[in-house]
Each structure stands twice: as structure tokens, then as C-alpha cells.
């Protein structure tokens, strides 16, 4: 059975660090582009950063640049989010998912599927 599992949320303080895994099983995730996504109360989801399939492709949305990196560890079937400057604006349930085009569709989640069930990230003083 496909799925992925999403795990690491927590409560930080602004300025912290988290870091976010996907772990993919019942597939291997090397054939695949993952992406991370987010939605915040009240919000629509938004995408958050995403790694092609042959990791030369990684995209970021503006906010999170310089702050959150994409990795993948291919012999552990995981892609990671390292977010650190954490912002009470990244907090949000985060979602993985997978396409197997090796495009990240302008992280509009467009053609992305086999959805976690989310961790949640809570960014408060």
C-alpha cells in the first residue's frame, strides 16, 4: 500500500528550527518528485518547497527562502523540510505528497497525490 507519513511538527518559538520528514512507503521515492505543502486555519494550502525526482530541480516559495531546505535520504525512502528562522506565518498543518513527473508544477500541487495526513507546526512565543 502507497503511502507517506509526515512527521516532526511541533511548538517552537519564533526563530527555531524544525525538521520535517515524509516517509514514503510501499514505493520508492527516488522515482518520484515529493512535495511539501501547508494550510493555515482559515486558509487555502499553499506550497511550501518540492524536490524533482533526480533532486536537480528544487523549489521554494518566496517566504521560505534562505530559511527551509528540501533533502531527500534515498537509502531511508525520506525527504526531509529543514525550516529553521521559524515565523508565527509558517505555522500550518504540513502535508507531503508525490508526482511522478519530474516537474514541481509551480508548488500549485497540480498533478500531486497519494496525500499524508499531515503534522502540525505551531509557531508561538
Known amino acids: 500500500q502507497v503511502q507517506l507519513v509526515e512527521s516532526g511538527g511541533d511548538l517552537v518559538q519564533p526563530g527555531g528550527s524544525l525538521r520535517l520528514s515524509c516517509a514514503g512507503s510501499?514505493?520508492?521515492?527516488?522515482?518520484?518528485?515529493i512535495g511539501w505543502f501547508r494550510q493555515a486555519p482559515g486558509k487555502e494550502r499553499e506550497g511550501v518547497s518540492c524536490?524533482?525526482?533526480?533532486?536537480?530541480?528544487?523549489e521554494y516559495r518566496e517566504s521560505v527562502k534562505g530559511r527551509f531546505t528540501i533533502s531527500r535520504d534515498r537509502p531511508k525512502n525520506t525527504v526531509y523540510l529543514q525550516m529553521n528562522s521559524l515565523k508565527p506565518e509558517d505555522t500550518g498543518v504540513y502535508y507531503c505528497?508525490?508526482?511522478?513527473?519530474?516537474?514541481?508544477?509551480?508548488?500549485?500541487?497540480?498533478?500531486?497525490?497519494?496525500w499524508g495526513q499531515g503534522t502540525q507546526v505551531t509557531i508561538s512565543s
Open positions: 510501499g514505493f520508492n521515492q527516488s522515482y518520484w518528485t
Open positions: 524536490v524533482g525526482k533526480s533532486d536537480g530541480t528544487k
Open positions: 505528497a508525490r508526482r511522478f513527473e519530474d516537474i514541481c508544477a509551480g508548488l500549485t500541487g497540480a498533478g500531486f497525490g497519494s
